[in-house]
């Protein structure tokens, strides 16, 4: 387990605009807890350390990170659903929050093992951002296009190689979709993280990844991965070259990353709108928003209703796809 304590100096000062509503001057009163269920040092846990420096000056009170891998981030999430619901613990989500969640779900296990519902059990605040999903190959491979790897996938069907993070990870999810609208049979390669199955892409060891566009484009840039195509109605502003996954051929591919924050379901209202204002003002800052653009993300509408509409279309498509693909949770 691994705690960060993110504390920025200079703290909005009295003159200043008064961020936290009158009626609920008392909250937070102490510290706030933030827990996110991956490691940290990668993007979810930077880009949270950026929010979260801007968000002590709005709620005057430091934010404590804890880093609590495992479980597909459920370990953190169930923590956070078992916590005092007064608004002083927050779930940092992301995409695996949906995927794993789905799938303990179908077969029960989260509810055996201890007894909560990830959905039910946490309350929607804000949204930060989405990001494209994208298809990468090793920068020296034949496969330059979508074109290309649905020829070769078709040609050899079952042949073609795909890493992911994990069985039943998002990656997992992509690559499943891919298939199911192009009518390919690949063969899944699951990894224990995107870092291995990058690096197995890199060696030439499996053909391709599914991946966040963040992961892997500092070596798409440097040439040493090829991003084919990218999720999302428009092409990349990081690189508008790119084209989306609809322009070469695959529509209905709507998976994006993303990163959002929740709290307990019985948590009051009056709180979850303190922190979702406070989040709202953090993301028009140009230093957040930067860093969020920087990152192949797209600031988010970040209202609890948004973010409740998000997370449900989200929930059915991965109930959708795991029942269609037969996906089942890594054991």
Same mark, same amino acid.
């Given at each position: 387990?691994?705690?960060?304590?993110?504390?920025?100096?200079?703290?909005?000062?009295?003159?200043?605009?008064?961020?936290?509503? +009158?009626?609920? !001057?008392a909250?937070?009163?102490?510290?706030?807890? +933030?827990?996110?269920?991956?490691s940290?040092?990668g993007?979810?846990?930077?880009? $949270? /350390?950026?929010?979260?420096?801007?968000?002590? $000056?709005?709620?005057? !009170?430091?934010?404590?990170?804890?880093?609590r891998?495992?479980?597909?981030? %459920?370990?953190a999430a169930?923590?956070? +659903?078992?916590?005092d619901?007064?608004?002083?613990?927050?779930?940092?989500?992301?995409?695996?929050?949906? %995927?794993?969640?789905v799938?303990?779900?179908?077969?029960?296990?989260?509810?055996?093992?201890t007894?909560?519902?990830?959905?039910?059990?946490?309350?929607?605040?804000?949204?930060?951002?989405?990001?494209?999903?994208?298809?990468?190959?090793?920068?020296t491979?034949?496969?330059?296009?979508?074109?290309?790897?649905?020829?070769?996938?078709?040609?050899?069907?079952? &042949?073609v190689t795909?890493?992911?993070s994990?069985?039943?990870?998002?990656?997992?999810?992509?690559?499943?979709?891919?298939?199911?609208?192009?009518?390919?049979?690949?063969?899944?390669?699951?990894?224990?993280?995107?870092?291995?199955?990058?690096?197995?892409?890199?060696g030439?060891?499996?053909?391709?990844?599914?991946?966040?566009?963040?992961?892997v484009f500092?070596?798409? /840039?440097?040439?040493?991965?090829?991003i084919?195509?990218v999720?999302g109605?428009?092409?990349?502003a990081l690189?508008?070259?790119?084209?989306t996954?609809?322009?070469?051929?695959?529509?209905?591919?709507?998976i994006?990353?993303? &990163?959002?924050?929740?709290?307990p379901?019985?948590?009051?209202r009056?709180?979850i709108?303190?922190? $979702? $204002?406070?989040?709202?003002?953090?993301?028009?800052?140009?230093a957040?928003?930067?860093?969020?653009?920087?990152?192949a993300?797209?600031p988010?509408?970040?209202?609890p209703?948004?973010?409740?509409?998000?997370?449900?279309k989200?929930?059915?498509?991965y /109930?959708?796809?795991?029942?269609d693909?037969?996906?089942?949770?890594?054991?």
């Amino acid at each position: 387990m691994m705690k960060r304590r993110i504390f920025i100096g200079g703290l909005a000062s009295v003159a200043g605009a008064a961020v936290v509503p +009158a009626r609920a !001057q008392a909250y937070p009163d102490k510290p706030v807890k +933030a827990l996110l269920g991956l490691s940290a040092g990668g993007g979810a846990d930077a880009l $949270s /350390r950026v929010l979260f420096r801007s968000l002590e $000056s709005h709620l005057r !009170q430091p934010i404590v990170l804890e880093n609590r891998p495992g479980a597909g981030t %459920t370990l953190a999430a169930e923590a956070v +659903a078992r916590s005092d619901p007064d608004g002083q613990t927050i779930y940092v989500a992301t995409g695996s929050y949906v %995927t794993s969640g789905v799938l303990l779900q179908q077969r029960g296990t989260a509810l055996q093992r201890t007894g909560i519902d990830l959905f039910s059990s946490l309350a929607p605040v804000s949204l930060m951002f989405t990001a494209p999903y994208c298809v990468a190959v090793n920068g020296t491979s034949d496969i330059r296009t979508i074109e290309d790897l649905l020829t070769l996938a078709r040609r050899a069907p079952g &042949q073609v190689t795909y890493a992911s993070s994990g069985m039943g990870s998002q990656p997992h999810f992509a690559g499943e979709l891919f298939q199911v609208l192009t009518r390919t049979k690949l063969l899944h390669v699951p990894y224990r993280g995107l870092g291995p199955a990058i690096i197995d892409v890199l060696g030439g060891q499996v053909q391709l990844v599914f991946s966040d566009m963040n992961s892997v484009f500092p070596r798409h /840039r440097s040439g040493e991965l090829r991003i084919l195509a990218v999720t999302g109605r428009a092409r990349a502003a990081l690189a508008p070259n790119i084209p989306t996954m609809a322009e070469a051929g695959v529509a209905g591919m709507d998976i994006s990353a993303w &990163q959002g924050y929740l709290v307990p379901s019985r948590t009051p209202r009056e709180r979850i709108d303190v922190l $979702s $204002s406070a989040i709202r003002r953090s993301l028009a800052e140009p230093a957040v928003r930067d860093k969020v653009l920087e990152n192949a993300g797209v600031p988010a509408d970040a209202t609890p209703e948004h973010f409740l509409a998000f997370l449900e279309k989200e929930r059915q498509l991965y /109930r959708k796809l795991a029942s269609d693909a037969g996906i089942k949770a890594d054991s």
